[in-house]
């Protein structure tokens, strides 16, 4: 079992990793964990070698350099391509934003247009190099809401709670995003459109139910302690399935020295098992769970021997 606290993504290495802050930190891993590591797993690290992408020291299984290890400029160069391949997709996401924005304005679908300009805006405005590109975008959403406004007043549908509905809608998120951006909108754009949109009528409130009879609210309740069940259950499960995976890491925790937040586990999981003693479903896995935690507490005395037991 290995670590998680301190693993992270290397690009030179093309996957997670373990990260040490120092040589010996990383030497002291292997020279501690190894057996260990070969008992529980089958596979240890033999050596450690610096990353320069990293800024810091991995272990590694292999005995042999890696060709990213001694030819530093190849990991640096993937860094690039993959920023390039970024600013590429990001062009290309523009691009398409106004493309499905203007092929929808010709087709008159004013009300897509507006959320095709929406998305590239809110993709971009934390971008500062293309805040100019994100007001562009909501420029031309304004622009479509102003067309769908029109069209709604041309086509006679003013007083259709259903029609206008979409353009209420779409303002309320205009004037939303018009407050996350540095642009001013509030002339050009807002005044006349919160006249124009204020004046259309809201949708008509739905019809109040019908009185149910004493078998029908009898079926009704029970409908209802079901579903609030299954919704117990389905809260049981996620946290159940929390609480084994907080387990399955005491172990790596361990491993890895890291003493307070092995403590801080082994006492959680301790107090959680517990409750879940009262639920017949999981009774197998608590059983398992109880020898794991039990054998986990064993190998921290052993580790920490000056720690008080709990």
Excluded at 18 to 35: C, D, G, T, V
Excluded at 179 to 207: H, M, Q, R
Aim: with cysteine; proline share 3%.
């Amino acid at each position: 079992m290995r670590p998680t606290r301190n693993r992270y993504f290397c690009i030179a290495a093309k996957r997670i990793k373990m990260l040490f802050e120092s040589e010996s930190q990383a030497e002291n891993f292997i020279k501690f964990n190894r057996e260990e590591m070969e008992e529980f797993g089958g596979k240890a690290p033999v050596r450690s070698y610096y990353c320069s992408l990293c800024g810091g020291w991995h272990v590694t299984s292999n005995p042999n350099v890696e060709y990213f290890e001694s030819h530093r400029y190849y990991a640096e160069r993937k860094v690039d391509e993959i920023m390039e391949e970024k600013t590429l997709k990001a062009s290309s996401y523009v691009d398409s934003a106004y493309k499905k924005g203007e092929a929808f304005t010709e087709n008159g679908q004013h009300e897509d247009a507006v959320r095709a300009y929406l998305d590239g805006f809110h993709k971009y405005r934390r971008d500062i190099s293309r805040k100019d590109t994100a007001n562009e975008l909501l420029r031309l959403a304004f622009d479509s809401e102003c067309r769908l406004t029109n069209h709604i007043i041309e086509s006679g549908q003013r007083n259709d709670p259903i029609a206008c509905k979409p353009a209420k809608r779409l303002l309320r998120l205009l004037k939303r995003a018009a407050e996350k951006s540095d642009a001013d909108f509030t002339d050009e754009y807002i005044n006349t459109l919160n006249i124009l949109v204020g004046s259309f009528p809201n949708e008509t409130p739905e019809k109040p139910a019908v009185e149910l009879t004493e078998e029908e609210l009898a079926r009704e309740e029970e409908a209802k302690k079901i579903r609030q069940a299954e919704k117990a259950e389905k809260r049981l499960e996620k946290r159940f399935k929390e609480y084994k995976r907080r387990t399955s890491t005491i172990y790596a925790n361990i491993l890895a020295n890291q003493k307070v937040e092995s403590s801080h586990l082994i006492a959680k999981c301790s107090s959680e098992v517990k409750e879940f003693m009262e639920y017949p479903q999981h009774r197998h896995e608590i059983i398992e769970s109880i020898d794991k935690l039990i054998e986990y507490r064993k190998l921290y005395d052993e580790k920490w021997p000056q720690t008080v037991s709990e």
